[in-house]
């Protein structure tokens, strides 16, 4: 992120519950649980008491819910409502590239690249619009992040997953 | 026709053309009801007055769009926004819109006077470390996006605070970025610059939304529902002129059939017509002589009880002997008529008496009416009508019915079963005696009152029935009561005395918060090191608060904000329509929202120390029109007794003068005992409509106690009054059917008032001398 000097590192595990449900439970640095559920995210944190705000106002994490669903119910018509799909593939390794069909919301979000290996996808890369860009490492390759990582390390290391 | 008298047509109708096209070009119609109330005494209705026009509640519109997908509703309802609120016919626009811009940006510094954040806490570092660590957490969660951009100028996140603060307490859910209601619609909350009870205001401002709403693309497949006080006025407005129209039409129809019917003549419909436009004409050029601005109520409620002074013509043209010339007829007939004429004049001088400013001119138009028709009447139309006339006394079935009539027994002893009734239906009456509640007369469908009821319910938005009043010498001094009562607000909703409350001081705190709060932040070098401090171990980039630094340092060197000065703003509107200064003090104004506890209110309020009270506007509305009430009776027994005063000197006799009063008295109690035992609580409106009875029901008395001798006068008699009985009873017998209570009320007294009078004036007469 600009904001920051260095990359902004969490850890901790992201659940589909079903429908339009997600929970993103974060160990560290600090434990926190975030639940999108029926339009509201809410977020919980340790001794506070819990916030929660419309979806509808981060149309962003409404893009990225509806890509991650879609992913995780194998529903490629429902990707395909939402973006432009691009499937690269390379023997069982394969790169989905999502683009957003709302221009609004492509000004915020750029675009979403998918990494996966045969039938679970691996990594996943948002690139925001003013520059910044996310990098959720799912499963292994999540336990292989570096103690220091870099941007430059965490992009190659998520593409390289292809 | 004689080469006179056309001339005196073309001299009547040209003068009457000339003063309608004066008139046309001075009328200005004024729209506002208030003027239809009393004057207030008591400073609560002196504020009752204020509020039902000018309050925040009263502004209100309250608006919801159907219909079309959800995306497309937002847009409108953004779209909407948008033009409202370039438009100045409107003070604030809200939809739910996360509006960080709430701020202006000249104010943004000032969100550390405005907000209560450092009330308790210092900016040092401890404070900023922590909120530093809250912002890395929340870069890091899904609210990243909403928060990123905001984070070098407001890392504490005031504005946030400041806008949740402004937020209604219970907002609609938010989809799309806007409110939407539970089935649906897109929400929104207009406050209007016109006063709520102007309909002319009102439905200029539902025109313009309407239009902005028209204007917006998508927009086919929904449609606007409105509600609110304003929406209301304009509704009742209008649905009470299409009535009107249509009865009025209906009537006319009528009149003229009548009019032939009897007379068999189209000279006498267009000549007997005349008349009663000069008076309509000279009533309102007096008007205008005497006040700026005439109301509209004034010309529809003038124009009805003018509908006395048709009698004059009819008495003419009915009272006109076979080869009598008009002039010598109208000769014989003008004691008479001029004691009628003198008797309603007093009794519409009721109406002056009463002190209220639209009644005065009720008063001041409906006399000039009558005296300009009758004498019109006398010295005009004489003139005009043709020389020879048939004798209305040889109509067939005319003899028979007053054979008839005169057959019937007049037992003297007729006015005591008459009391008893009368007392008897008005002790059993069911349900209150006198209807208090002005609502109560506003004809509003079942269903928009629901709609209203539930779109208020899903926005939150105000009650209009109590307000939180704060008074004080100054504007800060109110302020600063409003600051001190905030704590004990919040206290009342938790526990659930109320939902929500609005107070000027939330928006604006008084100086002497702002000055503490300034005092309170740090200078330069403090938050420097603080800031060091509190970023040691942060990711956080080194120069990136250098805006926060410049907003704390611009704040604390801030001349403190003044209302004057907060004007400027978006929300300066808002503060605006709650602080007023009335005469040499100031009055601060809340908005309440669900108020479940009125005593457990006002008795905590009462407690702080500080100028405040609950003011129920119900109560206070019913003690006024009680007042107002009180007020027409003490006018209407005084007119009372100048009219037996008139009457009998006049005949030159009391037992001639009992009985024309008589019968009137009698019949007028027995319309209220009537109207009573149906369970109709009678409202001013019954009392302004009793008194136009009593009025007919004296010329029908008058008339019904000449006693000429002469059957065939006693058959013209009878002849012209059965006339004025059918167009009265077709011109109020229509409106008794109208769904609008107001006209209902009017139409049903007059009616009944009609019936009753012609039968009793008739009983109560002395028996013609036979032949």
């Known amino acids: ?162 | 026709m004689t080469k006179v008298r056309v001339g005196i047509l073309v001299v009547w109708l040209g003068s009457l053309v000339l003063l309608g096209w004066m008139v046309a070009a001075q009328l200005k119609i004024s729209t506002d009801l208030r003027s239809f109330m009393p004057a207030p005494t008591t400073p609560d209705q002196q504020l009752l007055m204020d509020q039902v026009g000018e309050g925040p509640g009263s502004r209100l519109l309250l608006v919801a769009i159907d219909g079309g997908n959800d995306t497309d509703k937002a847009a409108l309802s953004r779209g909407l926004a948008a033009s409202l609120r370039k438009d100045p016919a409107f003070t604030q626009v809200v939809n739910g819109d996360f509006d960080m811009g709430m701020l202006d940006a000249g104010l943004l510094p000032y969100r550390y006077l405005l907000s209560p954040t450092l009330d308790d806490t210092a900016m040092d570092e401890a404070f900023l470390a922590d909120q530093l660590q809250q912002r890395l957490d929340d870069l890091g969660s899904p609210a990243a996006t909403l928060l990123k951009g905001w984070l070098p100028r407001d890392p504490t996140l005031e504005v946030l605070k400041l806008v949740e603060r402004w937020t209604p307490a219970h907002s609609p859910e938010v989809r799309d970025g806007v409110w939407f209601s539970s089935r649906g619609e897109a929400l929104l909350l207009v406050q209007t610059r016109g006063a709520g009870f102007d309909p002319g205001a009102q439905g200029d401002a539902i025109d313009r939304l309407r239009t902005a709403f028209s204007a917006l693309p998508h927009n086919a497949a929904s449609h606007l529902t409105l509600s609110g006080p304003g929406f209301f006025t304009v509704t009742v407005n209008a649905q009470t002129r299409h009535e009107a129209d249509w009865i009025g039409a209906i009537s006319t129809v009528g009149f003229v059939v009548l009019m032939l019917a009897a007379y068999r003549s189209f000279a006498s419909l267009i000549f007997g017509a005349l008349p009663v436009a000069t008076g309509a004409l000279a009533g309102v050029t007096v008007m205008l002589l005497f006040f700026t601005e005439v109301h509209g109520i004034t010309l529809a409620f003038g124009f009805t009880l003018l509908g006395v002074a048709q009698e004059y013509p009819i008495r003419l043209l009915s009272h006109r002997r076979a080869g009598e010339s008009a002039v010598a007829s109208v000769r014989g007939l003008w004691p008479l008529l001029l004691t009628a004429i003198a008797s309603a004049c007093i009794a519409y001088l009721a109406f002056y008496a009463s002190g209220v400013g639209g009644l005065k001119q009720l008063a001041v138009f409906t006399i000039t009416g009558l005296l300009a028709a009758g004498f019109s009447t006398r010295y005009v139309l004489p003139y005009l009508l043709p020389a020879t006339a048939r004798d209305v006394a040889d109509t067939p079935g005319l003899g028979p019915f007053r054979q008839w009539l005169d057959s019937l027994p007049r037992p003297r002893w007729l006015p005591l079963p008459v009391i008893l009734a009368v007392a008897a239906m008005l002790a059993l009456a069911p349900g209150p005696f006198w209807q208090n509640d002005l609502s109560a007369l506003t004809p509003l469908p079942r269903d928009l009152l629901a709609t209203d009821a539930r779109l208020r319910g899903e926005l939150g938005a105000p009650d209009v029935r109590y307000l939180l009043i704060v008074q004080a010498p100054t504007a800060d001094g109110v302020l600063a009561a409003s600051t001190a009562l905030e704590p004990v607000m919040s206290n009342l909703v938790a526990k659930k005395a109320l939902d929500g409350f609005d107070l000027p001081s939330m928006y604006l705190p008084d100086l002497a918060t702002q000055r503490a709060r300034q005092a309170r932040l740090p200078d330069r070098l403090a938050l420097d090191t603080a800031l060091d401090g509190a970023l040691q171990g942060m990711p956080f980039r080194k120069d990136l608060f250098a805006p926060f630094v410049a907003d704390v340092q611009a704040a604390r060197a801030a001349p403190l904000l003044t209302p004057d000065v907060f004007a400027r703003s978006p929300l300066g509107q808002r503060l605006a329509a709650m602080l007023a200064r009335r005469g040499d003090h100031w009055v601060g104004l809340s908005t309440l929202s669900g108020v479940h506890d009125p005593a457990a209110i006002d008795h905590a309020v009462g407690a702080v120390g500080v100028d405040a009270r609950l003011l129920d506007l119900k109560v206070s509305s019913e003690s006024l029109v009680a007042a107002y009430r009180t007020r027409i009776l003490h006018a209407v027994l005084a007119a009372a007794a100048l009219l037996l005063v008139t009457i009998t000197l006049a005949l030159r006799s009391v037992r001639r003068a009992w009985h024309v009063l008589a019968p009137m008295t009698l019949a007028t109690f027995l319309v209220l005992a009537v109207e009573r035992i149906a369970g109709i609580p009678i409202s001013l409106f019954h009392l302004v409509a009793l008194i136009l009875a009593a009025g007919l029901g004296l010329h029908y008395a008058l008339f019904f106690e000449r006693d000429t001798g002469d059957p065939a006068e006693q058959r013209r008699t009878l002849h012209a009054t059965v006339v004025c009985v059918i167009s009265a009873l077709l011109v109020f017998g229509m409106l008794a059917w109208s769904s609008i209570p107001v006209l209902r009320a009017i139409g049903l007294t007059v009616a009944l008032g009609v019936a009753f009078h012609f039968c009793l004036s008739i009983l109560m007469a002395p028996h013609a001398r036979q032949e």
Do not use: N
């Open chain 1, 1 to 162: 992120m600009r904001m920051l000097d260095k990359p902004l590192v969490v850890a901790g595990e992201l659940a589909w519950l079903g429908g339009d449900r997600l929970e993103r439970r974060v160990d560290r640095p600090a434990k926190e649980t975030s639940t999108i559920a029926d339009g509201e995210v809410t977020q919980e944190r340790e001794g506070k008491k819990p916030r929660s705000f419309s979806l509808k106002r981060a149309p962003q994490l409404k893009v990225l819910l509806d890509s991650f669903v879609a992913l995780l119910a194998g529903d490629p018509s429902r990707l395909a409502e939402s973006f432009t799909v691009a499937l690269g593939r390379d023997a069982d390794r394969w790169q989905l590239t999502l683009t957003p069909r709302d221009p609004g919301i492509a000004k915020q979000i750029a675009t979403i690249h998918v990494y996966g290996r045969g039938d679970r996808p691996r990594c996943l890369r948002m690139d925001e619009g003013d520059g910044d860009t996310s990098i959720d490492l799912l499963g292994e390759l999540a336990t292989a992040m570096p103690a220091t990582p870099t941007r430059e390390g965490l992009v190659a290391q998520c593409g390289g997953a292809m």
